[in-house]
T-cell receptor
């Protein structure tokens, strides 16, 4: 069974530029999560989808971050415009509805200069 | 609100020895799950072990075991016969089926000394 896929793995941009990350969850997993992990910290939930609906986006900086999960499968997270403090690893995770264990992708490491 | 606390930012253990990583949490719910995740330097987060709150028996997975003290809201991870490959960040996480939301601790960096 294929795991959670993410791309790109690394991205370097300058502040005020825009960037997009892509995530493809494990097949059949209804719930998809985007986390931001700043160096030395635990993952912080940005947004949680159930199928193609948003369950929780309370910690998503909506003035610059947006996310969508069209068709309830893969998802895109966008930052526009990026700030220096957005430098972090962006993790995507998924789990099957009714199951508790979530599975993580390899993450996208973003560096904003 | 639920919180997860890992009070040990860094731990060291000699190869083949045993180490225990601490985690405490706060919740008013009775039905929840607890996890330990491992994040090696490559950054892929991997599930180590999980514990259902309704189960009194402590979970074990080969060299990994937990000490789950529900009343004390404590969930520690014991790694026996430590190996060099165990070196990583370890995150404790809490999950509630009410919101399908996970809350992570700040992590403990484990160093394994040869």
């Amino acid at each position: 069974e294929a795991g959670v896929a993410q791309s790109p793995r690394y991205k370097i941009i300058e502040k005020r530029q825009s960037v997009a990350f892509w995530c493809n969850p494990i097949s059949g997993h209804a719930t998809l999560y985007w986390y931001q992990q700043i160096l030395g910290q635990g993952p912080k939930l940005l947004i949680q989808f159930q199928n193609n609906g948003v369950v929780d986006d309370s910690q998503l900086p909506k003035d610059r971050f947006s996310a969508e999960r069209l068709k309830g499968v893969d998802s895109t997270l966008k930052i526009q415009p990026a700030k220096l403090e957005d430098s972090a690893v962006y993790l995507c995770a998924s789990n099957m509805g009714g199951q508790e264990t979530q599975y993580f992708g390899p993450g996208t490491r973003l560096l904003v200069l | 609100a639920q919180t997860v606390t890992q009070s040990q930012p860094e731990m060291s253990v000699q190869e083949a020895e045993t180490v225990t990583l601490s985690c405490t949490y706060d919740t008013s719910e009775s039905d929840y799950y607890l996890f330990w995740y491992k994040q090696p330097p490559s950054r892929q987060m991997i599930l180590v072990i999980r514990q259902e709150a309704y189960k009194q028996q402590n979970a074990t997975e080969n060299r990994f075991s937990v000490n789950f003290q529900k009343a004390a809201k404590s969930f520690s991870l014991k790694i026996s016969d430590s190996q060099l490959g165990d070196a990583a960040m370890y995150f404790c996480a809490y999950f509630t089926s009410g919101t399908y939301k996970y809350i992570f601790g700040t992590g403990t960096r484990l160093k394994v000394l040869a």
